[in-house]
């Protein structure tokens, strides 16, 4: 009932700049918390940030003063903005969405993954 659709990996030098954009699209009645995870070869899933309904944030220390959490509630849209970018921040990277529906059922929603790598 819910999609979520990530835009804007690629391939950056380090100390570049990428913006990551996910947008959710279906029978959404809200979206609680917005969340971003990434995960490397060879590494466990972690989370990078979190942005809640009121517009609190949470970062990873490894990111923390590097990349922005923000989002869009009428377009239903969480962005994230990163910058400093290293070689150790090349990852898949997935948008986390907790989504109520027109229903009021309750769901977790996970993008398709953007590949984000970060040349020396």
């Known amino acids: 009932q819910v999609q979520l659709v990530e835009s804007g990996g690629g391939l950056v030098q380090a100390g570049g700049s990428l913006r990551l954009s996910c947008a959710a699209s279906?029978?959404?009645?809200?979206?609680?918390?917005m969340n971003w995870y990434r995960q490397a070869p060879g590494k466990q899933r972690e989370l990078v940030a979190q942005?809640?309904?009121?517009?609190?944030?949470n970062y990873a220390g490894s990111v923390k003063g590097r990349f922005t959490i923000s989002r869009d509630n009428a377009k239903n849209t969480v962005y994230l903005l990163m910058n400093s970018l290293k070689p150790e921040d090349t990852a898949v990277y997935y948008c986390?969405?907790?989504?109520?529906?027109?229903?009021?059922?309750?769901?977790?929603?996970w993008g398709q993954g953007t590949q984000v790598t970060v040349s020396s």
């Open positions: 942005i809640t309904s009121d517009g609190s944030t």
């Open positions: 986390f969405m907790a989504v109520t529906t027109t229903s009021r059922a309750q769901y977790n929603n």
């Open positions: 279906g029978s959404i009645f809200s979206i609680n918390h």
